[in-house]
């Protein structure tokens, strides 16, 4: 989770690309090593090279076959645009590419109908101090989305003419989670495949042909437990990233909240000689030694 040892040293298909098919072919990352993580031991990599394969062999058909077709043509995009990373960016497919970057996600129950401008509650004043500051965030929060849908809105019909496939968020899901690095969970991809398998024959050039493998269709329940644990630890560790990134001035807070969670965790898995050896051993935030 925090650690990505050499990948940088991968011998990656860095482009350039033929076509959108070459591009989707080009995202996984093939382990070739053993990972321990989450307390389950040494995982082996054969499992999660069969996810890849399907994934790759469902490729064709997740875009658009014609490559003039206007989902498939390429633009730039920032994949996690924060204030402090405005750099990063990369060239996907326009289909892929739609979306909202994570600081401009709804951050409210529904999505709002109209574009009225946000603002505080009327009694922002007679508030506690820590409501006020949580009112001063989600304010701050709705206020980015709102000016994200007037500059992103009208000036970008292809954008908005994307947002509305009715397929668009579980292709993004799967082409996502094939470019993970592996990280010992089998979990995350096959779920992305399982869905895919569910709209399967919806998806474009798709005829009865063309079928998709059942193959990798149920999921391990101990795997998929773990996963939301995690996800809900991070949650309540400041919103940390699956990559272990926090906002800088969340550091020192991170830091005793990961304490307190860690201490509350180990409380539960003492007087079980498996859980405290899974936790010793599979602490998914620990650190990680870096391989040169």
């Known amino acids: ?35 321990n993580d989450v307390g389950l031991g040494v995982q082996q990599p054969e499992q ?28 730039l995009c920032h994949p996690d645009l924060t204030p402090g990373n405005i750099f990063h960016t990369i060239i996907q497919p326009q289909f892929l590419a739609a979306g909202y970057p994570y600081p401009f996600e709804n951050p409210n129950e529904k999505i709002p109908l109209n574009l009225n401008e946000p603002k505080l509650p009327e009694n922002f004043e007679s508030l506690p101090a820590e409501e006020q500051a949580a009112s ?35 292709r993004r899901m799967l082409v996502d989670r094939a470019g993970r690095q592996w990280e010992g969970n089998l979990v995350t991809l096959k779920g ?27 999921t391990e329940d101990t795997w ?32 005793k909240k990961l304490e307190d969670l860690k201490e509350e965790i180990w409380m539960q898995c003492a007087g079980d000689e498996e859980d405290e050896f899974a936790f010793r ?12």
């Open 281 to 292: 051993t599979g602490w998914p935030f620990r650190d990680r030694e870096e391989i040169d």
């Open 136 to 170: 001063r965030d989600l304010h701050r929060r709705r206020l980015l989305l709102f000016i994200y849908y007037i500059f992103k809105g009208h000036p970008n019909q292809p954008h908005l003419t994307a947002l509305q496939d009715p397929l668009l968020l579980g």
């Open 48 to 75: 999660y090279l069969k996810l890849l394969e399907l994934y790759k062999s469902l490729t064709p058909h997740l875009l658009p076959k014609d490559p003039d077709r206007p989902f498939n043509q390429p633009v």
């Open 224 to 255: 998929l437990k773990m996963t939301f644990a995690v996800d809900f630890w991070r949650q309540r560790v400041c919103n940390m990233t699956e990559e272990g990134w926090v906002r800088n001035e969340d550091y020192d807070e991170v830091k």
């Open 192 to 218: 992305a495949l399982v869905r895919t398998a569910q709209f399967w024959e919806h998806l474009p050039d798709v005829d009865e042909s063309t079928t998709m493998s059942n193959e990798f269709t149920e």
């Open 1 to 35: 989770m925090f650690w990505y040892c050499i990948r940088a040293g991968l011998e990656l298909n860095r482009g350039p690309w033929e076509n959108h098919v070459e591009y989707l072919r080009s995202i996984p990352i093939e382990p070739d090593f053993l990972h």
